[in-house]
């Protein structure tokens, strides 16, 4: 007679097809953004919400509970630290989970994809007033589930802290103060810098043919990697990166009128979310179905994403090999040169909308997201009261008031699915990138000169041998420490700002 199967693969096969729920929650979500017609939207939601209720079961049930700490208790001296791991964030998972209200779950689920729906519609109308009541609506539920899982937090924590955790373990507010301080001292400093220094940079008159930069963003695509049997590119509203399964990435974007290097851009974004999610310990030893398998967090994961976008995309080296592609496509040059090329993908000036922020400004519209958030969750700010706050402070930070709601406290979809407590995360992945940047050049040499030679293939091997296998086993700050040897700082991020406003005056 065969023997029983020991706990940890009884638990095994249980987390398989939890991940297959999960996965068939995500192809949902990236269907919804990607070609789900609008009158969709109130089906879908039932979906999403009777997926999230049979997920919450699944990760809160006693039968699960039993599984877990029957693993554990098979846990003994020779045990890998590995398996310790996983199997520590499977136990805080499941409390955070037990102290849940099923019903809170299924109103949650409804509510994002209700909140989803109704943004698209307001910012397409330029109408916060019709948005209004689904942001509130998410605030109420996201406050009443920061309240449930406060008491299987190990710390004590305020209500965006707790929100904030499945984004960026372990981050708290007053860490958050000490690296954007030196942010909010020296950016606009900077940015004054460089508008007194640095001209701005001659456009197409006519634009980019939205076809030629499709072609353009599958070329560069395939210039880094990608492998159309298991990865996809769609269009949605805002670009987003998506994992489906093991074997199934999916990425989007956006071609924005106005904006020629808009998609591009964002396809080298993307795509560095994307390069990360594959590069996650995934092998034959069936490692997607554990926690240690996910993302470090969202900081690193916007780290990635950041460097392909920002170190690489954005490089004089790299303007210098694209920019005979765009001109070619065009059958001119109106950058005058690949110096006005480069310039143009480093515009260095304020504007209104995160995604097409230069990386001086970049941070300072995170710095406004997050200090909104806190103060519509923590410290009562009427929801209508919004706009008002959002043109305030932008006008305090950046110098610029927004004429529309569309460019301004409606252009981003996070808050419309409830995503509080994420948005810091992106001005953590600037300071990560830098500062694991000086660390992959005291290895390989100047950035520069990699790309350059046309070696981003180089970058990327180093990055998925020193990054991105760590996955779940340390968390962000962790991660940088056991990377670069020191705790994470904002200067690196700063020192790589000076140079490059001191690399692009051409005064």
């Known amino acids: ?50 997926l999230a209720s049979q997920l919450h079961e699944r990760q809160s049930s006693a039968a699960y509970a039993e599984l877990v700490a029957s693993a554990e208790a098979e846990l003994g001296p020779d045990t890998p630290p590995l398996r310790r791991r996983n199997l520590q964030l499977l136990r805080l998972e499941l409390e955070r989970q037990r102290c849940l209200d099923p019903d809170l779950v299924s109103a949650l689920a409804r509510a994002q994809s209700r909140g989803n729906a109704v943004w698209q519609d307001a910012r397409s109308r330029n109408d916060f007033a019709a948005f209004a009541p689904a942001l509130q609506e998410l605030i109420s539920l996201r406050r009443q589930q920061a309240s449930q899982l406060a008491a299987a937090e190990p710390v004590a924590r305020s209500p965006w802290e707790v929100l904030a955790q499945p984004f960026e373990p372990d981050v708290s507010k007053a860490r958050l103060e000490q690296l954007f301080a030196p942010l909010k001292a020296e950016l606009p400093a900077l940015l ?120 690489v995309a954005r490089s004089r080296a790299f303007a210098e090999r694209w920019h005979a592609r765009f001109s070619a496509g065009l059958g001119s040059d109106p950058w005058g040169g690949t110096l006005g090329f480069w310039r143009a993908l480093n515009p260095l000036r304020p504007g209104l909308i995160r995604v097409e922020a230069d990386e001086l400004s970049y941070c300072l519209h995170i710095v406004l997201r997050y200090e909104l958030e806190l103060a519509l969750l923590e410290q009562d700010l009427p929801v209508e009261e919004l706009p008002q706050q959002w043109n305030r402070r932008m006008g305090e930070l950046l110098g610029l008031i927004p004429s529309t709601d ?84 904002a200067e690196p991020f700063l020192a790589y700002l000076r140079a490059k406003v001191s690399g692009l005056d051409w005064s």
């Open 406 to 489: 569309r460019d301004g406290c409606l252009q981003d979809i996070h808050w419309a699915e409830g995503l509080f407590g994420y948005f810091p995360s992106y001005a953590l992945g600037h300071l990560i990138s830098a500062q694991i940047s000086e660390t992959l050049e005291q290895s390989l040499g100047p950035i520069e000169a990699l790309i350059a030679a046309g070696d981003e293939a180089s970058l990327r091997a180093w990055l998925s041998q020193t990054v991105w296998p760590l996955g779940r086993s340390v968390n962000g700050e962790q991660l940088v420490e056991r990377v670069t040897g020191r705790p994470l700082s």
């Open 1 to 50: 007679m065969a023997s029983a199967p020991s706990a940890l693969a009884q638990l095994h096969r249980h987390l398989h097809q939890t991940r297959l729920l999960g996965s068939i929650s995500s192809t949902l979500y990236y269907d919804q953004n990607t070609v789900m017609p609008a009158a969709g939207a109130a089906w879908r939601g039932e979906q999403l919400a009777l």
């Open 192 to 311: 004054e810098q460089a508008e007194t220094a640095v001209a701005p940079a001659s456009e197409p008159t006519a634009g980019v043919p939205e076809a030629l930069q499709e072609q353009l963003c599958a070329e560069l695509l395939e210039s880094w990697g990608y492998n159309a049997e298991r990865c996809q590119r769609s269009r949605s509203a805002h670009p987003f990166s998506c994992t489906v399964g093991p074997q199934d990435f999916r990425i989007t974007t956006r071609v924005v009128p106005g904006q020629p290097l808009s998609a591009f851009l964002a396809t080298a974004h993307e795509w560095g979310h994307s390069l990360y999610e594959q590069g996650l310990p995934r092998g034959d030893d069936h490692w997607f179905p554990w926690p240690l398998g996910e993302a470090t967090s969202m900081g690193v994961h916007e780290s990635q994403s950041l460097f392909w976008e920002c170190r």
